[in-house]
């Protein structure tokens, strides 16, 4: 009896071994395929012009594979997304965790879970019907498809990110350091911003990270805004991001051109490990 | 990589044939004729035709325009239903390589969305559809008729106002499809305006590109015929419309044919030429029709 216990054991063991080996095995996987199909195109076209390049032609007479305009519409669709979702996202999460009263709270939270599960086609679809004729309109523009089409449906998307992972943080600031501003005589808004802010700084800073992650990833809701032309980023122009590149041009590619689409996607492998590498170091720092 | 294309490819032909098999409302097998609908009783008589000639086996590599993958799956599976020992394979690599590649030898059957050139010898060509390409506009767009010139200058960006073609006084809006598109490559192609085309949108589906027509009053596209909806305007080039029996009869100028290339000194295989007569007989024009293509006037 002991015994088939003690054996029940050891293979639960290796069970929850091998369930937990399977995340290593996809990323490694993932990381390995993506390197392997990517790192070709990549020394064929030169790193130098595929990185710098400006122009990306990739079906003309003479081909050219220059993904800056990609790269540096994905960081300034990212920045663009931040400046209105970093704001409004900690403001709301100090709302829900220090001033919103419980009935508030109890509407406004199930609200922002909500907006993190709807799926991003929907954002898509409605930046596309409401947003891009909005825009049209306001601006004048020829055609609303732009990257501040991108920028604020971007934004719309990381806040349910910003404001969870805030409110965790924030919920988590010891309740003696607000008590304590409050008898010194600070007020409630002082102690908010000047107390329960510092003290939930690195927890924030964690959700900023990982809404950055969800921005820059993003595929679907970006294409059928953003108009995905491979023009150097502006605010009112037709762009292309480093997903959408990849997404846009795959189906029908063949040859040089749908390699350096796996050149793409590891360049953009490499942007996400980077951003997930300063979230561990955020993460860590405030552990230690 | 490759591999999966294929593998998408034949679940999008096999989710056709289903579709068709399903419209028919019945099975193809040969004993049962009691089968009202022509598609069957056309699909059957030339599955018996070939059966005759003695069972047809063999690989058939076939390659070329990427274009033309969506029909060529299409018939590949219906052929290979009815001649089950027959193995076809589909390489999307270009007009350009299908022809290379029937001139040289490396494939059995060439496909390409062009005619030969005349420096283009030692091959030959066999026609099996016809593809029509739309010139689309938004449904406010008071334009109704383009030339071809016309449309050239709208998508080159040597227009940049309707009213230099007769519309309202408004910017031009072109959106098209990505690079590595068929229907990008077939409209830039006849129209003449490769590698200069000033997009304002670009959208990696035909539907996306008549929803971006629709919603935008000052947008102009391109779509292939089978695509058009209500909801978008199909302009009249050159006074003629885009229609089936327009492109059929060669009058609608934005089209192009599918054909097939065969080296002229390596006779094709029997397997093969037994494709080809199945692609090219009547009783395949649903199925052509099915997969956006215009099957050709017999």
């Known amino acids: 009896m002991k015994k088939l216990q003690k054996t029940w054991e050891e293979i639960m063991k290796v069970v929850f071994f091998l369930c937990g080996m399977v995340a290593i095995v996809m990323v490694v996987l993932i990381a390995g395929y993506v390197t392997i199909a990517g790192l070709p195109a990549i020394i064929e076209i030169g790193p130098i012009e595929f990185l710098f390049g400006t122009v990306w032609n990739s079906t003309a007479k003479e081909p050219e594979f220059g993904i800056l305009p990609f790269i540096l519409t994905s960081i300034w669709g990212t920045v663009g997304a931040l400046i209105i979702g970093v704001p409004v996202g900690i403001l709301t999460a100090l709302f829900l965790s220090k001033i919103a009263s419980p009935r508030v709270a109890g509407i406004l939270r199930p609200a922002v879970e909500l907006m993190a599960a709807v799926p991003s086609v929907i954002y898509g679809l409605a930046g596309m019907m409401v947003l891009v004729p909005f825009l049209m309109n306001l601006f004048g523009l020829k055609s609303g498809t732009c990257l501040l089409a991108a920028m604020l449906v971007l934004s719309m998307m990381v806040l349910p990110t910003i404001i969870s992972v805030s409110e965790t943080a924030l919920n988590a600031v010891p309740e003696e350091y607000e008590q304590a501003s409050l008898a010194l005589g600070a007020t409630k808004i002082e102690t908010i911003f000047k107390v329960s802010l510092p003290a939930a700084k690195s927890g924030i800073a964690a959700g900023v990270v990982l809404g950055i992650g969800r921005a820059v990833g993003e595929t679907m809701a970006v294409m059928m805004v953003a108009g995905n032309v491979a023009n150097m980023p502006g605010l009112f122009k037709s762009v292309t991001f480093l997903t959408t590149a990849v997404a846009k041009e795959m189906s029908y590619a063949s040859g040089l051109q749908r390699e350096a689409l796996f050149s793409i996607a590891l360049v953009l492998l490499v942007f996400i490990m980077i951003i997930n590498g300063v979230l561990n170091f955020i993460v860590k720092r405030k552990d230690g | 990589m490759r591999k999966a294309k294929k593998v998408i490819g034949i679940m999008a032909a096999s989710a056709m044939i289903a579709a068709l098999l399903a419209g028919c409302g019945g099975s193809t097998s040969s004993s049962s004729s009691t089968g009202p609908s022509t598609q069957q009783s056309g699909s059957q008589s030339s599955s018996e035709g070939v059966a005759e000639g003695g069972s047809v086996s063999g690989t058939v590599s076939m390659g070329g325009s990427t274009s033309v993958e969506e029909v060529i799956a299409a018939l590949s599976e219906a052929f290979m239903a009815e001649n089950p020992d027959v193995d076809l394979t589909y390489e999307p690599s270009g007009s350009g390589a299908g022809i290379t590649g029937a001139t040289e030898g490396t494939l059995d059957i060439g496909l390409s969305s062009r005619s030969l050139k005349e420096s283009e010898t030692g091959v030959s060509e066999t026609v099996f559809a016809l593809d029509g ?61 490769e590698d200069e085309c000033v997009y304002e949108q670009e959208h990696n589906s035909t539907g996306a590109v008549i ?54 000194s390596n006779q094709p295989s029997e397997a093969a030429s037994a494709f080809m007569e199945f692609a090219t007989s009547e009783a395949v024009a649903d199925l052509i029709a099915e997969a956006g293509a215009v099957p050709p006037v017999k």
């Open chain 2, 211 to 264: 929803a971006a027509v629709s919603a935008n009053p000052n947008a102009f596209g391109y779509a292939s015929l089978s695509a058009l909806e209500d909801t978008v305007k199909a302009v009249t080039v050159g006074g003629v419309e885009c229609s089936e029996a327009t492109v059929q009869d060669g009058t609608y100028k934005i089209q192009r044919p599918f054909v097939f290339i065969t080296n002229d």
């Open chain 2, 133 to 193: 390409i739309a010139v689309i506009v938004n449904n406010e767009n008071g334009v109704t008729d383009l030339t071809l010139e016309q449309i050239k200058g709208l998508a080159n960006g040597t227009i940049t106002n309707w009213k230099e073609v007769g519309g309202a006084d408004a910017p031009v809006v072109f959106v098209g499809r990505e690079a590595g598109s068929g229907t990008r490559d077939g409209f830039e192609s006849i129209v003449g305006v």
